[in-house]
């Protein structure tokens, strides 16, 4: 059978496995592409699923961008930034130390490695938060504002990781901080005058500025396109919001190629011939420290900050997926980590969201839910 009908097929099965289990997508995805790569050692050279990966990871990172809100983030900025940075100070402190002076790696690598075992998925976040209706409480509201520092402080510490600066970084941003006040404006009136057109110009203006952005950052400004990506869907966010009809378009074309596709490359990746009984045991140190730190980190910072919840909240943000991914990935095409350790990361990373999904669904009576019958704020 054809490689791309294969590729095709397996991404239909996969979804349907994880609606089926009960499980993210995302996962399901990265296992198809483990298992295609082992059988079929030639499909990872199919370009245009390279291309169409590479274009989900910048629409990842666009939507992270929107997922932020800035306006929840002030009122709840204290117990938020405190719970957000508890959570992913020490997973990135411990499994730093434990790559640099345990497994001898680059300061670089070991950094890279620490911030990509230390993030937390913001959507999974949301995803379980709204199944137990605990997103109009305040300790959701909470929990999604810490989530939201989580990633924003971890793509901070993956900018400042690969900064490669100059005189073209120093043009980049010349050029980068008009945009940011012309974007929005310049939106707006796309979004107004050419709005509902059967053309679609509104999502072509936002590829485009994606697209261009992502290859000045790139090649210009040596800045890795998916910061740049997160950046613009922040600047973006409100515009488009008040846009619903192109914000769900935008969504669906992620959602339902893009993004799979992205997770499926990722996951043909990993070569399992690779992992060795030395490198299955620092997978084994590595999924411990990761998550035993997060599951600490948040709880004990939960505890002190709310005084509940904090089994709960441990747990939760243990969910860890996409921007781990995108950093994994990153780390490999920039050739800080080998395809061995990128291999380990994202073995963790899908051990690591598993974990959290089993319990979250078998055993949701034994957690604490203090606020359930809290009244929406106003």
């Known amino acids: 059978m054809d490689p791309s009908v294969v590729v095709a097929l397996v991404l239909v099965v996969a979804a349907g496995i994880a609606l089926e289990i009960g499980f993210s997508s ?5 296992i198809a592409g483990i298992a295609l790569a082992y059988f079929y050692t030639d499909i990872a050279s199919l370009s245009w699923v390279e291309f169409l ?4 990871l910048l629409g990842l990172m666009f939507l992270a961008g929107f997922e932020v809100d800035i306006h929840r983030l002030r009122k709840t900025w204290k117990t938020s930034v405190g719970i957000g940075t508890a959570s992913l100070a020490m997973p990135m402190l411990g499994v730093f130390i434990v790559c640099l002076f345990l497994f ?7 950094g890279l490695m620490a911030i990509g075992l230390s993030t937390t998925s913001l959507a999974l976040v949301y995803h379980a938060l709204k199944e137990r209706g605990d997103l109009s409480g305040d300790f959701g509201q909470i929990m999604l504002s810490a989530a939201t520092v989580v990633d924003v402080l971890s793509m901070m510490a993956l900018a400042l990781l690969l900064g490669n600066t100059g005189w073209g970084t120093a043009i980049f941003l010349l050029v980068l901080v008009p945009l940011v006040f012309g974007l929005p404006r310049v939106g707006n009136w796309i979004f107004r005058r050419y709005g509902g ?4 110009f509104e999502l072509r203006f936002l590829m485009v500025v994606l697209i261009s952005m992502g290859f000045m950052a790139e090649h210009v400004g040596g800045i890795h396109p998916a910061i740049i990506a997160f950046a613009i869907g922040l600047i973006l966010s409100e ?3 008040e ?9 669906a074309i992620v959602f339902s190629l893009l993004a799979p596709i992205f997770f ?10 690779l992992v060795t009984t030395d490198l299955a045991l620092q997978f084994v140190i590595l999924a411990v420290v990761a998550i035993g730190l997060k599951f600490a980190g948040t709880a004990l910072s939960t505890h002190w900050l709310l005084g509940h919840s904090s089994i709960f909240a441990g747990m939760l943000f243990n969910y860890r997926l996409a921007f781990g991914i995108v950093t994994a990935t990153v780390g490999l095409e920039s050739g800080i980590i080998s395809k061995a350790q990128y291999s380990i990361i994202l073995l963790v990373i899908v051990s690591s969201a598993l974990l959290p999904a089993l319990f979250l669904h078998d055993t949701p ?7 359930q019958n809290e009244p929406p704020p106003h």
Do not use: C, F, Y
Request: glycine share 8%; aromatic share 2%.
């Open 26 to 30: 995302a996962i399901a995805e990265i």
């Open 53 to 56: 990966g590479n274009l989900g």
């Open 104 to 110: 001898n790696l680059s300061w670089t690598a070991a």
């Open 197 to 200: 057109s059967i053309v679609e």
């Open 239 to 241: 515009v488009v919001e």
């Open 243 to 251: 846009h619903g009809e192109v914000e769900e378009k935008l969504r």
């Open 264 to 273: 499926l490359h990722a996951g043909m990746q990993i070569d399992l011939s």
């Open 365 to 371: 009576n034994e957690l604490d839910r203090p606020d």
